[in-house]
């Protein structure tokens, strides 16, 4: 089991740490949806009390800590395990890399949405599969394992594709500098992931006690992101809500939909399946967000749609999961090899 589950769902085994703040730590982490509701709310009502923090250097930060906190949680033998089973998690790579950066693509057209939100909503199918990923997964009652090896490979991948599929979506729309989108990328990605890493190898001890409250702080760093966002742009999303809303839930909608259908058709059923379905469908919205602030400064409006597709993509990844929850897999087999496809030809006389 990856050490992320182990401290994400099952509590830190240091007998310096009692099961009862462990149990209390994961009941605040799973309440992602309403945090980001009640935030989101707070701060189109109220954002004048936010104006302070509506700065790109704390947020280019906030989010290379949430990175450092997923590099925390993994190891060597994690990456080894990729090697080693690395089927499912190709195919779900695919379906991330191709359906939301396409889906996001079709909605900006379908929708006519003007170049900032259009840029914004391909920024996020773009962008790799997000951390609230795992914690859906796992109240779906699904594979966790295969939904983290999937994050952390897309989040690697991130620092090429993000940039050049943003470029190939957005780049009729307006300017992409790819190259800056690249160095953004690894920035605040890559660097912070692989520190985390190498935290974990040299410096157990401390990553021992950090781990327990790393989730916690993952949803809170998000919370923070997007609601400073939607503080610093109240206006517009009040004035915009129905187009943001249904842009988003088209685009997420689709990807758990596309998700599940892919999945099946490569052979893979059950909680396998529901596992890619809940990768694909949800993002790394806080990693839109910043990209599109950094990146497009004269698209004031782009990260916008990060800050409502968090929102989103929690609202029904989590009705996804409760529904899952409620219907479990039975038993049988995960995968099943697609029927190859056969021809007769009929031999003349």
Not at 130 to 159: E, H, Q
Request: aromatic letters at 10%; glycine letters at 6%; charged letters at 10%.
């Amino acid at each position: 089991m990856p050490s992320i589950i182990r401290f994400y769902f099952l509590g830190t085994t240091d007998s310096s740490y009692t099961r009862v703040p462990a149990s209390m730590l994961q009941k605040l982490t799973l309440l992602f949806p309403l945090w980001m509701i009640l935030s989101g709310l707070f701060a189109l009502y109220a954002p004048e009390t936010l104006a302070s923090f509506n700065q790109g250097p704390l947020m280019v930060a906030d989010l290379a800590c949430i990175m450092l906190g997923m590099g925390l949680t993994l190891s060597i033998e994690d990456f080894r395990r990729i090697a080693r089973s690395p089927r499912a998690v190709a195919i779900g790579f695919a379906a991330q890399y191709s359906i939301m950066p396409l889906t996001a693509w079709i909605v900006a057209q379908a929708l006519s949405l003007p170049p900032h939100f259009a840029v914004g909503l391909i920024l996020v199918g773009c962008a790799p599969g997000g951390t609230a990923s795992n914690l859906i997964s796992y109240i779906a009652g699904a594979d966790v394992a295969l939904s983290v090896v999937m994050t952390v490979c897309s989040t690697l991948a991130a620092v090429v594709l993000t940039p050049l599929l943003t470029q190939l979506f957005a780049g009729a729309l307006v300017p992409v500098d790819a190259w800056l989108l690249f160095k953004q990328t690894f920035q605040v990605v890559i660097i912070p992931v692989f520190l985390g890493v190498l935290l974990n190898r040299w410096a157990p001890r401390l990553v021992m006690r950090v781990l327990p409250v790393a989730p916690l702080l993952s949803v809170a760093g998000v919370v923070f992101i997007c609601t400073v966002i939607f503080a610093a742009n109240a206006e517009a999303i009040l004035a915009y809500s129905g187009e943001l809303i249904l842009a988003t839930a088209l685009l997420h909608g689709a990807g758990f939909l596309f998700g599940y259908y892919f999945a099946r058709l490569f052979g893979y059923y059950g909680n396998s399946a529901r596992t890619i379905a809940i990768e694909v469908g949800m993002q790394n919205s806080g990693l839109a967000v910043v990209l599109a602030r950094q990146a497009f400064p004269l698209l004031p409006l782009a990260p916008v749609v990060g800050a409502v597709s968090a929102v989103m993509h929690s609202l029904l990844g989590s009705v996804l999961a409760a529904l899952w929850r409620q219907n479990p897999v039975p038993a049988q087999e995960e995968f099943i090899p697609p029927v190859p496809l056969t021809i007769s030809v009929r031999q003349e006389e």
